[in-house]
């Protein structure tokens, strides 16, 4: 089975703090993504990851930034958090993006409080 | 850019009843769409996976439905449980991005 796990469940920070949210896979793929999902709003892309040191802006970048080092490990940066960044973050994984049997998998989630 | 519309956005149905979830996407140029489950605070689980070349699949009690060219796919439960109240989500694919809608959040009344 496919495992993503995510750092930390619930986090509170402080506004103008720095925020790492790291996510692992276990399963060598190729693409790794993180959303948002706020209510009403459902899942927004923030940035995605097709490969070690690759990365692609997506819907919402603004205030993120993100790092791949290792295959295995795709982190989200908030370089200084603002309260409007309080919200619920998803890590994914799939294998390489295309195709007709390509899939997402998903980690448990961070719950984020910037007060 | 793909946008995706899930209708209804809530549904409360007694325990028992069949029920259909629905999804349009605008893009037709699509790989595979995906149907997911999302409890309260967790994360996504993937329910089905309908391939472009695919018009069904079926997982116990879950049959989802694609029709590419109309841009449509629907999710039928059937035989509802409480168990099954959850968010759900569908996800089409249309190339290195998966794009969401906002869901359908179901509540099955014992």
């Known amino acids: 089975d496919v495992k993503v796990t995510q750092s930390s469940r619930y986090l509170v920070k402080r506004t103008g703090e720095k925020v790492f949210l790291e996510c692992v896979q276990d399963?060598?793929?190729?693409?790794m993504f993180w959303y948002r999902q706020d209510p009403g709003l459902g899942l927004r892309l923030i940035y995605f990851?097709?490969?070690?040191?690759?990365?692609e802006k997506g819907d919402i970048p603004e205030g993120y930034s993100v790092s791949r080092e290792k295959k295995e490990r795709f982190s989200l940066i908030l370089e200084s958090a603002s309260t409007n960044q309080t919200s619920m973050y998803l890590c994914?994984?799939?294998?390489?993006?295309?195709?007709?049997?390509?899939?997402?998998?998903f980690g448990p989630g961070t719950r984020l409080l910037v007060l | 850019k793909q946008e995706v519309t899930q209708i209804p956005a809530a549904l409360s149905v007694p325990e028992g009843e069949n029920l259909v979830l629905n999804c349009s996407f605008t893009?037709?140029?699509?790989?595979?769409l995906q149907w997911f489950r999302q409890d309260p605070g967790k994360g996504l689980t993937s329910l089905l996976l309908?391939?472009?070349?695919?018009r069904e699949q079926t997982s116990g009690r879950l049959n989802a439905s694609l029709d590419k060219s109309s841009g449509r796919s629907t999710l039928y439960i059937a035989a509802s449980q409480p168990g099954d109240s959850a968010t759900y989500l569908c996800?089409?694919?249309?190339?290195?991005?998966?794009?969401f809608g906002t869901g359908t959040s179901l509540t099955v009344i014992p």
């Open positions: 309908i391939q472009s070349s695919q």
């Open positions: 893009d037709s140029a699509i790989y595979n």
């Open positions: 994914a994984s799939s294998l390489y993006g295309w195709g007709e049997m390509e899939t997402q998998y």
């Open positions: 996800a089409p694919n249309t190339g290195n991005q998966f794009y």
């Open positions: 399963m060598d793929h190729e693409n």
């Open positions: 990851s097709y490969d070690v040191k690759m990365k």
